[in-house]
């Protein structure tokens, strides 16, 4: 089950926020727990299996590491054991996430087809639990169905927000569900329903449209339209679905931050990156970028630089499998290198705007034309093509996407909010609810039919 099935929002979470605002806080994370696997087994029931496996590793795991801490004064920890127990873990949950994320990208030919639903979310909550018992920054969570509920957090399993165990301990323990989290939740949830299936979901439409065109009609201009489509359906789907995610959370009693800020252009690659997602960012900086970066020595520039290198290819690799998302890892990070050793700092801050969104559009462009070419021939595609092969499609191409692109801008950035917070807060208590309502029975309306 997926946060934009019409089963969700008119038949799950009426029903499970009933039960969930009857029974006492500390039983909420025993419901949460069933939610993560009815999510999970709702896209195959034996996902749910690999994931009971997977938690009850990190379950004993955590104690293990926060037994084998020093217990007195003066005694040593057990610092091999503990170090092995994180890394056996860290290794367990990235072979899950290769294995299992992206519909198996990586592994096609598993037994019938074997699915782990929200791979990637359950791997990044584990190691981030793990870590944090390992630093000292939390105890060990002895409430099986806390772990369970934090591990397999059903809003954030489609595509997150990741959440890190030391800030959402307690809440985890015992949730607590206010009318203004609530009702936050809902505006957000809706808002992000909205902007996935009436914006991602036409262009996602087009770029398909695309794959399936005469190679000759997309070549040249097309082309790098359709990199403009990709990118705005990136945006579009990126931010509606960690919007749902999140307005779930907030409904759940979750004080989940926005994790996308909403500007085109930003002061330097490195605030791009981190305001497309931010807890994906936060989570590579603080368990792949730290640790890679402590084993070199703390001033060392290799060490450093190594660590941004394996943390921002591994965050990109979060959204696909593909050579071009792996070259796209590779671009960001230099370039986050070059910015980290003083590169563009006497730039004009227009001139070192501009050209953060450009390496952002050649990273979109090295991420979506190795999939449209599909061998055809990368080079031949971004090229322009014979005389008149292309005029006709161009201009269908742009009638359908053109509209779309303004909307996601318009959605993607800080004009909406602007114009609401502009036009009085009286207004917009009284029009926001409305346009839920509206929202919500268009996206009733795309969900069905």
């Known amino acids: 089950m997926e946060l934009y099935n019409v089963l969700f929002p008119y038949f799950f979470l009426p029903v499970?926020?009933?039960?969930?605002?009857?029974?006492?806080?500390k039983r909420r994370p025993l419901l949460i727990f069933a939610g993560n696997l009815l999510?999970?087994?709702?896209?195959?029931?034996?996902?749910?299996?690999?994931?009971?496996?997977?938690?009850?590793?990190a379950y004993f795991s955590g104690i293990a590491i926060y037994n084998g801490r020093a217990k007195k004064d003066g005694e040593k920890p057990k610092l091999a054991r503990r170090r092995l127990v994180l890394a056996g873990n860290a290794l367990l949950c990235g072979a899950a996430f290769l294995i299992f994320a992206h519909g198996g990208a990586l592994a096609p030919n598993l037994p019938y087809g074997l699915k782990l639903f929200?791979?990637?979310?359950?791997?990044?909550?584990?190691?981030?639990?793990?870590?944090?018992?390992?630093?000292?920054?939390?105890?060990?969570?002895?409430?099986?169905?806390?772990?369970?509920a934090y591990t397999g957090f059903f809003p954030s399993l489609g595509?997150?927000?990741?959440?890190?165990?030391?800030?959402?301990?307690?809440?985890?323990?015992?949730?607590?569900?206010?009318?203004?989290?609530?009702a936050e939740g809902v505006r957000c949830y809706i808002t992000g329903l909205a902007e996935y299936l009436m914006i991602a979901e036409p262009l996602s439409r087009a770029l398909e449209d695309v794959k399936k065109t005469d190679f000759e009609s997309v070549r040249g201009a097309p082309a790098w339209l359709a990199v403009i489509i990709f990118c705005a359906c990136f945006c579009t789907t990126l931010n509606g679905m960690l919007n749902m995610g999140r307005g779930a959370a907030l409904m759940l009693g979750f004080p989940v931050k926005p994790a996308f800020r909403r500007r085109i252009f930003k002061d330097g690659v490195k605030n791009s990156v981190r305001e497309m997602n931010i807890p994906l960012y936060e989570w590579s900086r603080d368990y792949i970028a730290t640790p890679l970066r402590r084993l070199g020595g703390r001033g060392g520039k290799a060490a450093a630089c190594c660590g941004v290198l394996v943390s921002v290819t591994a965050a990109v690799m979060w959204y696909g499998f593909t050579a071009g998302w792996l070259v796209c890892g590779l671009i960001l990070s230099a370039a986050m290198i070059a910015e980290t050793a003083g590169a563009g700092r006497?730039?004009?801050?227009?001139?070192?705007?501009?050209?953060?969104?450009?390496?952002?559009?050649?990273?979109?462009?090295?991420?979506?034309?190795?999939?449209?070419?599909?061998?055809?021939?990368?080079?031949?595609?971004?090229?322009?093509?014979?005389?008149g092969t292309q005029n006709g499609y161009i201009e269908?191409?742009?009638?359908?996407?053109?509209?779309?692109?303004?909307?996601?801008?318009?959605?993607?950035?800080?004009?909406?909010?602007?114009?609401?917070?502009?036009?009085?807060?009286?207004?917009?208590?009284?029009?926001?609810?409305?346009?839920?309502?509206?929202?919500?029975?268009?996206?009733?309306?795309?969900?069905?039919?």
């Open 16 to 25: 499970f926020m009933l039960i969930y605002a009857l029974i006492p806080a």
């Open 39 to 57: 999510f999970i087994s709702a896209a195959d029931w034996r996902g749910a299996a690999v994931y009971f496996a997977l938690l009850l590793t």
């Open 118 to 148: 929200g791979a990637g979310v359950i791997a990044a909550h584990i190691i981030s639990y793990l870590t944090d018992v390992y630093r000292g920054d939390c105890e060990a969570q002895t409430k099986f169905s806390a772990l369970a």
């Open 159 to 182: 595509f997150g927000p990741i959440l890190k165990y030391k800030n959402f301990r307690k809440t985890f323990a015992e949730p607590k569900v206010t009318l203004e989290k609530t």
């Open 346 to 387: 006497k730039m004009p801050k227009t001139l070192r705007k501009t050209l953060s969104a450009a390496i952002m559009f050649i990273c979109g462009a090295a991420a979506y034309i190795p999939q449209a070419a599909q061998g055809r021939g990368l080079l031949k595609m971004l090229n322009a093509p014979a005389a």
């Open 396 to 449: 269908y191409l742009a009638g359908i996407s053109v509209p779309l692109i303004i909307m996601a801008i318009f959605t993607t950035n800080s004009i909406i909010p602007t114009i609401f917070k502009r036009a009085g807060a009286g207004w917009y208590r009284v029009a926001f609810p409305v346009i839920e309502l509206v929202l919500l029975m268009i996206c009733t309306a795309y969900m069905i039919y």
